[in-house]
């Protein structure tokens, strides 16, 4: 048995339904964005908030995907528009410390010759390469991944392998998604996950063949993942939250831990505060059930391994 989950932080944001969240170690808060307001908001540990950011550019559109960015003292979001608005997608920065834009970069206009399937953009989570300042998103709807130049110029497909398609569904949710989460790792290659497929790849940033991560089981329904600083990796799903070790690079790993979660709260992303695992619940079925709801919380997965 996984240890219990403990240690909440509790907030009110009428609306906030948070889906992206990334610790701001500087400033000493977490950012979340909002699927509805899209927003960022920093949420203080006890439990005091502050929008940073409301950028009417994208007003009505989500904020998803959010890192922090601290080696250029900023954040990056991705951006994606609610149905039934007109489609828009895209990625920004913002300074950490005014939450004054540094770019906003449309990636729905970016021409893709030969896309999957006859799908529009969903761009959905962002890392940033912290040794290049390079932006990277995934497309959650044709499993392709983008890239950026650090300034958010020059906005291209960087992989469309067909590997991202090639393993059965094992997660049958209300979202028929693919690619989702995505970390950089230092040397040199992300770590993405697939929703239906529950698998994790391995993508070398310097364009060498991507491979599945033999691991010993699946993550169904995998979205935000996370290193901690220990180099494991920490997956959210609706059912568990998973700890993964690897010890070849990511040419393999194992599943050491679980935390189960409640599947009615939408376990979508995590963020990594002192080593421990704050996890963000967005609450979808109210988010898009017409529903009111103002109090929102993190809480902590904690691993019974760690003990």
Aim: charged fraction near 25%.
């Amino acid at each position: 048995m996984a240890a219990q989950v403990q240690d909440k932080v509790v907030y009110n944001s009428p609306q906030q339904f948070p889906e992206g969240i990334d610790w701001d170690a500087k400033n000493g808060r977490f950012l979340v964005g909002s699927v509805l307001k899209g927003n960022i908001l920093a949420i203080y540990p006890d439990g005091t908030t502050k929008e940073v950011v409301k950028d009417e550019e994208y007003s009505g559109c989500a904020t998803l995907g959010l890192q922090v960015d601290l080696p250029r003292n900023r954040f990056v979001v991705t951006v994606h528009s609610n149905n039934p608005a007109a489609p828009y997608d895209g990625v920004a920065a913002y300074d950490l410390d005014s939450g004054k834009r540094q770019f906003l970069t449309k990636l729905s206009d970016v021409p893709v010759e030969t896309p999957p399937v006859n799908l529009p953009i969903f761009a959905n989570d962002s890392a940033v390469d912290a040794a290049t300042g390079e932006v990277y998103i995934t497309d959650t709807q044709r499993s392709l991944l983008w890239k950026t130049d650090a300034d958010g110029s020059n906005p291209r497909l960087f992989s469309g392998d067909p590997l991202f398609a090639a393993f059965p569904k094992v997660y049958f949710g209300p979202f028929d998604f693919g690619l989702n989460g995505l970390v950089v790792h230092q040397d040199g290659y992300i770590i993405t996950t697939h929703v239906g497929a529950g698998v994790a790849y391995k993508v070398p940033l310097d364009g060498s063949p991507v491979k599945k991560v033999e691991i010993d089981g699946l993550f169904p329904g995998a979205d935000g993942i996370r290193f901690r600083p220990d180099g494991r990796l920490v997956v959210t799903s609706d059912e568990c939250v998973y700890l993964v070790e690897s010890t070849d690079g990511w040419e393999t790993a194992k599943i050491l831990d679980k935390v189960p979660q409640d599947p009615s709260i939408s376990t979508t992303a995590v963020a990594i505060r002192d080593g421990r695992a704050y996890i963000n619940y967005a609450f979808f079925a109210e988010a898009f059930g017409g529903k009111e709801r103002s109090e929102f919380f993190l809480q902590t997965a904690d691993f019974r391994v760690d003990k």
